[in-house]
């Protein structure tokens, strides 16, 4: 029998690889400024409209002053939203726990666009009871505050909770308030949950 009687996941490269590089091509191609400095800048604007510096309207308009961005924001829109791709081995284990009757939740640095984008694409976001996003409450992982709002809104016992995350300073976090944790590899999913007790 498992350890744990919940699930607490990250989204991003956990239930849905991404990669925002071919976006971000596609981005330069409808924007006036090649300039890597301005670049760098939006990497930075990517960070605070994550974080809820930045609402939607103002990341946009920024983007827009920053690079150039000369599509409308559905075009803008499309080309952000298109960097997600599906997991499946990730849909089944998560079909499995819904299966045990294990509740499960979302936790992650996101922004609305996308969660807009991928909870209307893919179903699998049906068996989450609850989502804690950091645009939302203005904190970004792997700042521990971000899993205290987690165990406070959902009533986690973080010892008897499996949090899932691909990167570890949110796994550090995670363990420091006691959750179980599971250092998460897409790429190798079999692998990665090798050492997972029963």
């Known amino acids: 029998?498992?350890?744990?009687?919940?699930?607490l996941f990250d989204i991003g490269n956990v239930i849905l690889p991404?990669?925002?590089?071919?976006?971000?091509?596609?981005?330069r191609a409808r924007s006036r400024s090649a300039d890597p400095a301005a670049w760098r800048k939006f990497d930075a604007l990517k960070i605070s409209y994550e974080s809820g510096t930045l609402d939607r309207a103002g990341f946009l308009a920024a983007v827009r002053h920053t690079v150039g961005f000369a599509?409308?924001?559905?075009?803008?829109?499309?080309?952000?939203?298109?960097?997600?791709?599906?997991?499946?081995?990730?849909?089944?284990?998560?079909?499995?726990q819904a299966a045990a009757g294990r509740p499960m939740y979302?936790?992650?640095n996101t922004n609305d666009l996308h969660v807009e984008?991928?909870?209307?694409?893919?179903?699998?976001?049906?068996r989450?009871?609850?989502a804690v996003?950091?645009?939302?409450?203005?904190?970004f992982k792997p700042d521990p505050a971000i899993f205290r709002v987690a165990i406070e809104r959902f009533?986690?016992?973080?010892?008897?909770?499996?949090?899932?995350?691909?990167?570890?300073?949110?796994?550090?976090?995670?363990r420091e308030l006691g959750f179980q944790t599971l250092l998460y590899d897409w790429r190798q999913h079999a692998a990665s949950f090798a050492a997972l007790p029963a």
């Open 133 to 139: 996003y950091s645009h939302e409450e203005k904190l």
């Open 128 to 130: 989450f009871a609850g």
């Open 71 to 96: 599509g409308e924001e559905a075009d803008f829109a499309a080309i952000w939203t298109d960097i997600f791709t599906p997991n499946p081995p990730m849909d089944a284990f998560i079909e499995e």
């Open 1 to 7: 029998m498992a350890s744990y009687s919940a699930l």
């Open 155 to 174: 009533g986690l016992d973080p010892a008897r909770t499996l949090y899932l995350d691909d990167l570890a300073p949110n796994i550090a976090s995670a």
């Open 106 to 108: 979302l936790l992650s």
């Open 117 to 126: 984008y991928f909870t209307a694409r893919y179903p699998i976001f049906g």
């Open 18 to 27: 991404f990669d925002l590089g071919p976006a971000v091509q596609r981005l």
